[in-house]
């Protein structure tokens, strides 16, 4: 199967900055779309930013203009910087990614998540 494992949350003051990657690793064979999810405690998951394999992105209206999401192909990895944080933006933040893999000489698509990693904002 693909595994995904997030990292670079913490706690950060209003106002900063934080990093998050999220590598893939496995017998992978191609990967579409990769994505950032959040939730917080008491409230839904929500899609904040989405890239395509052809580099198109979606972003949460919430975080437009403060969030950029990014992704390195040859390292199956991909990238959430975020500026400008707001109280409001602390939540658990989960990657997603889907696309094919190799199993037994054969394709298979796949769809996985990461366990999530925690990113607090407060002074």
């Known amino acids: 199967q693909v595994q995904l494992v997030e990292s670079g949350g913490g706690l950060v003051q209003p106002g900063g900055s934080l990093r998050l990657s999220c590598a893939a690793s496995?017998?992978?064979?191609?990967?579409?779309?990769m994505a950032w999810y959040r939730q917080a405690p008491g409230k839904q998951r929500e899609l904040v930013a989405l890239?395509?394999?052809?580099?198109?992105?979606n972003y949460a209206d919430s975080v437009k203009g403060r969030f950029t999401i990014s992704r390195d192909n040859a390292k199956n990895t991909v990238y959430l910087q975020m500026n400008s944080l707001k109280p409001e933006d602390t939540a658990s933040f989960l990657c997603?990614?889907?696309?094919?893999?190799?199993?037994?000489?054969?394709?298979?698509?796949?769809?996985?998540w990461g366990q999530g990693t925690q990113v607090t904002v407060s002074s």
């Open positions: 890239i395509r394999s052809g580099g198109g992105t």
């Open positions: 496995g017998t992978i064979a191609s990967i579409n779309a």
């Open positions: 997603t990614a889907d696309g094919r893999y190799w199993f037994g000489g054969s394709l298979r698509p796949f769809q996985s």
